[in-house]
């Protein structure tokens, strides 16, 4: 183990045991270094890393501190990961989105009011109306977002949010099929937003579930493995 990971796994079990509890101001770099063993250089990269993670906070002319460890934010984190994904990876996290995007689209039908309904439809009808890939890409995430959120657990949004953005560098409606791609999406979203209207917790699950497979066969069946720029939800 080098230097710099024992520094990170030092101060990793420092917060995970509760020795340093979240907003705590860690201790001096002096005293760190002599208990755990290593040099100034090696504890500031450790601390580096953990604040890319959204761990530690460094304060400028205050310190540096323990984060408020809320689950969304560090969840959040692991789009420095998820990015590196090739598309056999991503593919495989569709599993994943498929089971937990039933879960929220199900959540938010139980809690849904008239205006969740009114918002959901003018994204569909705004997506509907664009022929800018990009700008219904990001209506299309900003859709499954409020889906997300009406949901009612952030930590789920965010993760959820994580996946979208992954998905979203790969571009199907540019394709020649794209405009039969579209069609099939706008229509999975209305089938989606309508069970979410009727309050009908089981019909939105299965039209979440079915959506997000059908994203995924686009994926296996028309990208190639190579990384593109942009894409769908």
């Not at 890319?52 to 501190?65: F, K, M, N």
């Not at 994580?162 to 794209?178: D, H, I, M, N, W």
């Amino acid at each position: 183990m080098s230097a710099v990971e024992k520094a990170f796994h030092g101060l990793r079990h420092m917060i995970g045991t509760g020795r340093l509890g979240p907003g705590e101001r860690i201790p001096p770099e002096a005293e760190l270094c002599e208990e755990l063993g290593v040099s100034r250089g090696s504890l500031r990269e450790a601390v580096r890393m953990l604040a890319a993670l959204g761990v530690i906070e460094p304060r400028h002319g205050s310190g540096t501190y323990v984060s408020q460890l809320r689950p969304e934010d560090v969840i959040g984190s692991l789009s420095l990961t998820l990015e590196l994904l090739p598309l056999s990876g991503l593919l495989e996290v569709y599993e994943i989105r498929r089971v937990l995007e039933a879960h929220v689209a199900a959540q938010a039908a139980a809690r849904c009011t008239p205006e969740t309904v009114r918002t959901l439809f003018s994204l569909i009808e705004d997506m509907e109306a664009t022929s800018d890939p990009t700008k219904a890409s990001e209506l299309d995430h900003r859709f499954h977002a409020e889906i997300a959120r009406v949901g009612g657990n952030p930590t789920l949004a965010t993760l959820l949010a994580v996946f979208r953005a992954r998905s979203r560098k790969y571009q199907v409606f540019t394709l020649p099929e794209g405009p039969d791609l579209r069609r099939k999406s706008d229509d999975d979203h209305r089938v989606l937003a309508t069970a979410i209207a009727d309050r009908d917790p089981v019909a939105a699950a299965g039209a979440a579930q079915a959506h997000v497979a059908q994203t995924e066969r686009w994926l296996r069946a028309f990208m190639p493995p190579v990384e593109e720029a942009d894409g769908t939800d």
